[in-house]
Structure formats: C-alpha cells, structure tokens
C-alpha cells in the first residue's frame, strides 16, 4: 500500500481533469454574472448552532454528517455541510439586506459531509451556488432555475431532467403536515422513520426503500394542499419556465434533504449517474432568516455540485474545451543560452503566448523529449554558436522543419506564425 493517501471519501484533482472542473465552475457562474448576482466568498467554517438552526436539528445533514469540532477556546464549530446558511448570515451580518432587493449573490468552494462514500458521493465535495435575498416574486424563482439549464446548457449536457414541487408555505404546511401524520401513523414502518413521522414527516416521502415507497401510494400529497396564495405562485414559476422554453417534471413527492425550503423546491437529476443522480438542487426558503434570528427575509437559492456535473459530462461524453496547452517551448544548450532563452519565454508568456522551458539543466536528448511530450507547437532551440550570430534555431515540431531566426525578432515571427 502506498504511503501517500488521501482521506477517505476525497480525491484530488489534478491536470488535465482538474481543468474540467475548472471549466464547470467558469461556465456556471457565466449566466449568474450575467444575471447581476455578485461574488460572494464565506469561511470553511462557522459557528455549528448555524447550520443546526439553519440546516434543521432533524436533518441527516445536521445529526450524522456535520464535521464538528471544538476550538482550544472552546467554541463550537462546524466545517460548512452546505452553502446557504452561510452566505444568509454574511448578507445579514453585512447588513446588505437593509440595501436594494433582491440582494443577488452566488458562491463557488468545498463543502463537507460526512456520508457513507461511493460513486458521486464524497465527503469533500464543490459546489458553485446562488442566492437571491428578500424578495417574493416567482420571476425569481423561475430566473435561478433558467440560469442553472443555461448553465448545464452551455457545457453541452443534455440528459439532465429537472423536478419541480411546491412544499407551500407556513399557512398550508402545517395543515398538510398533520393530514400526512395521520396517513403514515396507519402505515408498517420501524422505529426511526415512526420517530421521523413525528419530527419531518414530509422526508419520509423521499424515503428510498421500497418496502416504504410501496406503503406511500395513495399518501396526501402537498400539491393537493396548497393554499390559494402558494398554488397562484406555483402556476406562475411554471408559466414563466415553459414561456422560457425549460421543461420540466412535476414530482409532487419531491421534499429534498434540508428543513429550510418553502414553496418552490426543485432538483436536477442525470441518468447517466446511478444512484447518486441528483446534480443540483434547491429552492424557496421564506422561513429561513427568522430561524437562524434575522428578519422576515423571502429568498430562494440552488447550489449545483461540480463533481457531479463532470461526472455527467463524464457520461455523456462531452469534452469541456480546456485553455491552450504549451505552444512554444525552449530548448538551451549551455549557461549564455539558458539565460537568454529564460528571457525569450518570459517575453512569449507576457506577450501571452503559452511557454516553458527545460529546466533542470537537461541535455539536448532529454529537452527535445520535454519539448515534444509538452504538445507544443515550436521549439526555440540555441547554443553558444546560435547566440554568437545573434539568432536561435525555430523547430516546428510537428512537420520537423527547423530554421534560423534573429534572436531580437523571435517573439514577433512566434506571434505571427502563431495566429
Ligand atoms: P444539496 O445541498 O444536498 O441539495 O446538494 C446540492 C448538490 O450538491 C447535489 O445535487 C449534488 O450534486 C451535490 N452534492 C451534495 N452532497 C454531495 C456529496 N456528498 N458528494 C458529491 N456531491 C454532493
């Protein structure tokens, strides 16, 4: 077994694939930043009273998965399971819910959970997010989810779905609430999803077993029981994503993890990702400020998960385009040459032509070797002879041609054979 590893349920990143990450998180922010929703950037860590308040004491997030941890002071804390808590209380913090609303803020970094890992499921994990602050309008709810298939769109994914329900709001919920207590008091279940039917009973809907799932048909439906206000603002978000040309499921089962959401709530799935299928999520959270002590603040907000995406990617095939590679690599022989090829690169790089160099002081076989594995189009070559007549030697290393060039000049015939 190899000394170096990582910790479970955590990998690295390393090039080339880290680039498609990189182009994920770039190619989601695109739509937001065009969107008006400005960067916003919290800790790793918060206060653990946050997300217990925020995420929900009844969460698996909160009660199995939160990585806690008491400081040599004594304060509680909590690397962040999730975003959303956190950009609330900076906004409120900040005070920038007293400003214009909607405050529109999106987010990009690691989040952790401790879950059991597998295929798509991590214990370090990315997200990039979105959230709009203080307003009550399904324009708003119907911008983010158009954004997020704009997003997804313009990586070039096709096979993702997205689900879409309304969980109501503090008039309906309750009263569905307890209709649905009811109905699952009468059911067969054992004794952790009888202590969740008292607790959250809307999660038991999202359980995944079958012996449950077959005992849910015929279960009270939210939609059935929305209030005029929630049903009006449900037809409205779906009006404006047909009128926008995103379709979508309904799922009136759809509940998600969190204990946060109101209204809207609606998840994207990939098929081509086993069970762990769900690429990003989100929804309305009314509530969510007067739990964690703020004021009465609607907002509504998604987080899509990186790794997923570039999984999905993965399995359809889609090849992210990734920044130009090396172009133009140079090869020294000898002391004067290394010095003034290092300038030569520099002068490429700040001219913004992509190059390197062999370092380490190779022998010519071992730089050409370099040269060619960087997949770079030219190699400057030169030694003391080169030098004393003032050029360098210009290998295209695709067709093998090599020719001399002024060393004064070599940037700019680079440039032009270049473009
Ligand atoms: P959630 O906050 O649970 O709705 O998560 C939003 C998105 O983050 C999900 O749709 C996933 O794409 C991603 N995600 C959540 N948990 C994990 C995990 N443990 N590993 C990888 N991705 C995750």
Excluded at 229 to 237: L, M, S, T
Excluded at 380 to 397: F, I, M, N, P, S
Aim: hydrophobic share 40%.
């Amino acid at each position: 077994m190899s000394t170096f590893s990582a910790p479970k349920g955590t990998y690295d990143l390393i090039p080339p694939e880290s680039e498609t990450f990189l182009a994920v998180r770039e190619a989601i922010a695109a739509p937001l930043r065009r969107a008006g929703y400005g960067y916003i950037e919290t800790p790793g860590f918060e206060h653990t009273e946050l997300f217990a308040r925020g995420v929900g004491e009844s969460t698996d997030i909160v009660t199995k998965e939160m990585y806690t941890l008491t400081t040599k002071g004594g304060t509680e804390l909590a690397l962040r399971p999730e975003g959303t808590a956190s950009v609330l209380r900076a906004a409120l913090q900040r005070n920038l819910h007293r400003g214009a609303l909607p405050v529109k803020l999106w987010y990009s970094g690691s989040y952790y959970r401790y879950e059991r890992p597998q295929a798509g499921r991590y214990r370090h994990f990315s997200q990039v997010g979105a959230e709009a602050l203080g307003a009550e309008d399904p324009a708003l709810d119907a911008e983010l989810i158009i954004l997020a298939v704009d997003a997804y769109r313009s990586l070039g994914l096709r096979n993702f779905r997205l689900l879409l329900n309304s969980l109501g709001d503090r008039e309906c919920r309750p009263v569905y609430r307890a209709v649905l207590q009811d109905f699952l008091r009468g059911l067969d279940l054992d004794e952790e999803t009888r202590r969740r039917i008292d607790i959250n009973p809307l999660r038991v809907l999202d359980d995944k077993r079958e012996e449950v799932q077959k005992q849910l048909d015929g279960a009270p439906m939210m939609r059935d029981h929305l209030c005029d206000a929630c049903r009006e603002y449900h037809e409205q978000v779906r009006s404006l994503l047909t009128a926008a040309g995103v379709e979508f499921t309904d799922d009136p089962k759809l509940v998600r993890g969190l204990d946060y959401y109101t209204r809207t709530t609606f998840e994207f799935v990939h098929d081509g990702l086993g069970s762990q299928s769900a690429v990003g999520g989100g929804g309305r959270y009314d509530g969510l400020s007067e739990m964690i002590g703020g004021p009465a603040l609607p907002s509504v907000g998604w987080a899509l998960g990186v790794d997923r995406t570039v999984l999905a990617l993965k399995a359809e095939g889609v090849e992210t385009e990734v920044p130009a590679r090396t172009e133009v690599f140079a090869v020294p022989l000898g002391e004067e040459a290394r010095r003034a090829l290092f300038s030569v690169v520099t002068e490429l790089r700040r001219a913004g032509v992509a190059a390197d160099f062999a370092f380490g002081g190779k022998g010519m076989k071992n730089a050409m070797k370099s040269a060619n594995r960087s997949g770079a189009r030219y190699a400057v070559v030169a030694g003391e002879r080169d030098l004393a007549e003032g050029q360098v030697q210009l290998k295209d290393l695709d067709s093998g041609d090599q020719n001399p060039v002024a060393l004064e000049s070599v940037v700019t015939t680079i440039k032009e054979k270049l473009q």
